[in-house]
């Protein structure tokens, strides 16, 4: 009787110790959100992140859509695009 009530304790602790990690986020990595966007007449990805993650550094945002489409031809306008938005 005594093992089974220790063997409850010790789930419901390491239950509670993982919870609030969970709870904040903390854990597997999840995606970034993404944000749809529509190329205009000369946008580059530099504008593009600096219209979809205003007052925030927009280097990241610039990495994470280079590295998510094959942007080696360019931008077209009328070219939709998923904007990942790391971070926010």
């Not at 609030?20 to 999840?30: C, F, N, V, Y």
């Amino acid at each position: 009787m005594r093992a089974r009530m220790l063997a409850i304790v010790l789930v419901v602790a390491a239950f509670l110790m993982v919870a609030p990690g969970l709870a904040k986020g903390d854990g597997p990595e999840r995606p970034a959100p993404r944000v749809h966007y529509v190329v205009q007449p000369g946008d580059t990805p530099w504008s593009i992140a600096r219209r979809v993650a205003p007052g925030r550094d927009p280097r990241p945002v610039v990495d994470a859509l280079v590295r998510s489409h094959d942007l080696r031809g360019g931008l077209q306008p009328g070219q939709e695009l998923a904007v990942p938005v790391p971070g926010r």
